[in-house]
């Protein structure tokens, strides 16, 4: 456990040194005054040049990065150039509505897709095409278009749940659920699928394995095996699928959160680029890899846990 | 070095490839339709019906009609022009992520498989590093330093992006290093540059392709997200993602404005992911063993109910009837045909014949536990004197593992990896007397011991890789006693076992056998085993039976051409010095049956008349058959060998 965590993070470190490097390099390189990209063609002189000192774009790139870095040590990412909020505290405040978006799809996108794919794994014929078309469907359609489309039909149409807004779950359980539906249906839709399929190819494969089929010869009962043996071995390469899944999702927030005006990370980040607000990115991109980072050490766990030839190594 | 292997020889020309792609029916509809979309968007300039950006007020929020094919936005802008116009831009933005992707990732994958060491681990954990990177992030930062700059997005993306085809690219070079042509091209004094183009890089070309297509679906579904919260080209330039904007702001109004884009950006997407599929399975077909030809031919029709021998002795156990077992898909086979035997209780047959002669087949069809697509055709399995065709799942379960139970051929392969053995074992005492808790841990304890597995505690407490093969194989056998059966299927049990392992699995059987009077079917290809363990031998030879008789009939006077050319063939019966002599040919597949004696060919007795038409099982003496017209001549030869 320890030695993981280890390794995620030394792999993770130099990633963020070398990006966040690359950024404040690449700001440097950019002809043209970043300053008045952010204030625009109308500002004053006097303007730009407080927004000078405030960006310290005065200092070499270099300097700046070194301060942004020591920053970060000390859990400070700096203040954002547009509105002058601590960045620190303004992602924080967001980070709820995209951790639980998130998590929601995740869990949404085991659970369905699993029982998608074990379904028809099993049944084989027309529950498997079913799949299969689902499955184009959540490669081929882009989120932010299920995303309207879902607000149209089950938010304007029929109206069933809130087509924009979010609640706090301390506010309001049910109205935290109902907020997040129909985000959670459009951005996981693409898990779901991708859950589903390789479900259904790892499950087949255990059917035919020998060990299942000298538990059937020895009279062990079908839904056992199934449930048991069969989900047991076929969920490894799946946690494998999840933890990409969770990742994607985790981007697929910028998209889908604008469309539902959920105040969360995705939004921001929208925002920010929008304004040229490139300390809130970085701030942003920080908070993501950490996530990334967790997701990836959640899934090394949960191999570690299905498979006893990991644990025991 | 005297010779230098032809170095000219590579695998698969880049024809091939292209050809099987546009001659399946995926391939040639995907192909297809993104030439058409890519053309139809190069041209838009002259064949889109409007100017993208001329707004016709008259016609604000119309509907598909025939001025304007796909109707028109809030603005009266007509929306076919705008989706073939906003095309370019994104089909450019794919192109521009592809080239980047293709530029970072084929030579660094290239050199990292191709050259090893060094160069091959930082380059590999640089990819593992880039692949944990939040991209979309990076690209906002990159949007935002380079004034909403779509191509440096996309070519930032296509970097980004490049760890994955690193990798495929890296595994192929590896590979081909290996290869002799390439150790050839390199002793020929080709310069590395012209190694790897030459010689490694067309090798990796169908997974690239694979890669690369996937990577485009990617990436047209990231640049028209990104154009849709217009962080791309500024309205009112004409965007797919863009579009979807615009109808999201009016979709109370009108619906239909989503349908152009959604669907425009759906297909285009599916395309480059079907593509890769397509490109995929016809690689992995390519790189496949060449298939034999795959001739349609209708099953023989069964020569009627053929004799077969009453049991020799005791109360008949099991008794097969005429067993024909077809596999169902795009070409049906008949893998069994006219299978017939008997097993009395108590009793060991032996079932003989080389891989592919259907011995497994059978096994399985007598369990019940077939293959997926196959099927018994026709024929019956009595079990105890019913019929077990037609047995549902519950009357199944009745019989397995309380009256016939199993072992397989790789005791490893036997065990579920993910659980501990007692574990397993439970699995099979729960099944069978419906036990748990403690009394299912006593009677796991009871058989493990009766296995004698020498310390049972600490076994039950282990996972199957960590132990021995001989000892999985006493589990697996443990597992078949649990419900007491009167009829133990073993699929070549000893074979995937050491020599000493193997004389110490077969006396447990016996014993074993004795104290529970248990028959077994004993599935092999070890004459020695079989003199060891059985009293009847059944001979397969290309889904049929050719010989039964009694252990010592066969070992004396063969009754088939094939068992005698079995048993000369058996190490066992070499003389010490001598080469073994094995049977020329092999078993012909399925699909290659001749109608005759399916043996003839590989036959020093064969006659013309052998291959006319099938040959029937014939019963020559009590407890023996024989599929073989010149079984006289065969005696014959017998009796006058020295």
Request: net charge neutral; with cysteine; glycine share 8%.
């Amino acid at each position: 456990m320890v030695k993981l965590l280890a390794h995620r993070i030394a792999l993770s470190i130099p990633l963020v040194l070398l990006v966040s490097m690359v950024v404040f390099a690449l700001e440097s390189l950019v002809p043209g005054d970043p300053a008045r990209t952010v204030l625009g063609q109308s500002a004053t002189p006097e303007n730009i040049a407080a927004l000078h000192q405030q960006m310290g774009l005065d200092q070499p790139w270099i300097e700046r990065y070194w301060n942004w870095l020591s920053g970060l040590f000390h859990g400070d990412l700096g203040t954002s150039v547009f509105t002058g909020d601590d960045v620190v505290t303004e992602l924080n405040t967001r980070l709820g509505v995209t951790v639980s978006l998130v998590l929601c799809c995740v869990i949404v996108s085991a659970v369905a897709g699993l029982a998608l794919g074990l379904f028809s794994a099993v049944r084989g014929g027309p529950a498997a095409r079913v799949v299969d078309v689902l499955s184009l469907a959540g490669l081929a359609l882009p989120n932010f278009w299920v995303a309207i489309v879902l607000v149209a039909l089950f938010a304007v149409k029929i109206r069933l749940f809130p087509a924009i807004g979010y609640v706090e779950f301390a506010e309001s359980p049910g109205h935290w659920v109902r907020s997040l539906v129909l985000p959670v249906i459009a951005l996981s839709l693409f898990g779901v699928t991708a859950v589903a399929k390789q479900t259904r190819d790892s499950v087949l494969d255990v059917l035919d394995t020998d060990y299942v089929r000298v538990l059937r010869g020895n009279g062990v009962s079908e839904s056992r095996i199934v449930l048991k043996h069969v989900l047991r071995n076929a969920a490894i390469p799946v946690v494998t699928v999840l933890g990409v899944v969770a990742v994607s999702m985790l981007g697929g927030t910028v998209f889908v959160e604008g469309v539902f005006v959920l105040p969360g990370l995705g939004t921001l980040a929208t925002q920010a680029t929008m304004d040229h607000d490139l300390p809130v990115i970085l701030g942003i991109g920080v908070y993501f890899t950490v996530v990334v980072i967790i997701i990836n050490l959640l899934v090394d766990l949960a191999y570690g846990v299905l498979n006893p030839k990991v644990r025991a190594s | 070095m005297t010779t230098v292997p032809e170095p000219t020889t590579r695998p698969a020309a880049s024809t091939g490839l292209v050809r099987s792609v546009l001659t399946s029916p995926r391939g040639a509809i995907v192909v297809a339709f993104l030439a058409l979309l890519i053309l139809a968007c190069a041209l838009a300039p002259l064949i889109a019906p409007y100017d993208p950006l001329a707004q016709h007020l008259s016609a604000v929020r119309s509907g598909p009609s025939g001025s304007y094919w796909l109707g028109t936005d809030s603005l009266g802008r007509d929306l076919l022009s705008r989706v073939l116009h906003g095309g370019r831009s994104s089909l450019f933005g794919v192109l521009e992520a592809v080239l980047a992707l293709v530029i970072v990732a084929v030579p660094c994958g290239l050199f990292a498989g191709y050259l090893g060491g060094t160069v091959d681990r930082i380059t590999m954990r640089v990819a593992e590093m880039v692949m944990s990177v939040p991209v979309i992030i990076i690209l906002l930062a990159v949007l935002s330093i380079f004034d909403h700059s779509m191509t440096s997005a996309m070519i930032a993306f296509g970097v980004l992006g490049s760890a994955g085809l690193m990798r495929v690219v890296r595994g192929a070079a590896l590979a081909a290093r290996e290869e002799l042509y390439v150790t050839a091209a390199e002793l020929m004094g080709l310069s590395l540059l012209q190694v790897v183009t030459r010689h490694v890089l067309p090798r990796c070309r169908g997974v690239m392709i694979v890669q690369v297509s996937l990577f485009a679906a990617v990436a047209l579904g990231v640049q028209t997200g990104l154009t849709f919260l217009s962080l791309g080209p500024p309205p009112p330039a004409p965007t797919w993602g863009g579009m979807v904007a615009d109808a999201a702001s009016v979709f109370n109004q009108d619906a239909w404005m989503l349908v152009p884009p959604g669907v425009t950006i759906a297909l285009a997407v599916l395309a480059f992911g079907v593509l890769g599929d397509v490109v995929r399975d016809v690689n992995a077909e390519q790189h496949a063993a060449a298939p034999a030809s795959r001739r349609r031919r209708g099953t023989d029709a069964p020569p009627g109910p053929g004799p077969v021998e009453p049991a020799l002795s005791g109360d008949l156990l099991l008794s097969v009837r005429n067993l024909s077992v077809t596999a169902d898909g795009e070409h049906p086979l008949t893998l069994l045909d006219d299978v017939g035997f008997d097993i009395a209780a108590g009793e060991t047959v032996g079932l003989v014949g080389e891989s592919g002669s259907g011995k497994t087949m059978t096994a399985r069809a007598v369990m019940g536990l077939l293959p997926r697509n196959c099927r018994i055709a026709s024929g019956q399995v009595v079990f105890d004197g019913r019929p077990i065709q037609g047995l549902d799942r519950r009357a199944f379960r009745e019989l397995r593992g309380r009256r016939i139970a199993m072992i397989s051929q790789e005791p490893m392969a036997a065990l579920d990896p993910s659980f501990r053995i007692g574990s397993l074992v439970a699995e099979v005492v729960r099944a069978v007397d419906g036990s748990t808790g403690k009394v299912a841990r006593a009677r796991v304890m009871e058989l493990l011991r009766m296995v004698e597995i020498p310390d049972p505690d600490a076994v039950a407490r282990r996972f199957p890789h960590q132990i021995s093969g001989g000892m999985a194989q006493r589990v697996a056998i443990a597992m078949a006693l649990a419900g007491r059966p009167e009829l133990l299927i073993a699929d070549e049990p000893t074979t995937a076992l050491d020599v000493t392992v193997q004389a110490e699995i077969l006396d447990l059987l016996r014993s074993l056998q004795r104290e529970n009077h248990m028959a077994i079917l004993l599935v092999t290809h070890n004459w020695g085993v079989v003199a060891d363990m059985c009293t009847k031998v059944v001979v397969m030879y290309a889904g049929q039976v050719v010989e039964t008789a009694c252990v010592d009939d066969v070992f004396d006077t063969p009754a088939h051409p094939y068992t005698r050319a079995l048993l000369r063939s058996s190490p066992n019966n070499t003389p010490p010095g001598e080469r073994i002599r094995a049977i020329p040919g092999t078993v012909p597949s399925p699909q290659d049956w001749p109608s005759g004696c399916r043996f003839a060919s590989r036959c020093d007795l064969a006659r013309p008349e052998c291959g006319q038409e099938p040959i029937a099982v014939e019963r020559i003496s009590t407890g023996r058959v024989s599929r073989c017209i010149r079984v006289d001549a065969l005696l014959e030869t017998e009796v006058s060998r020295p």
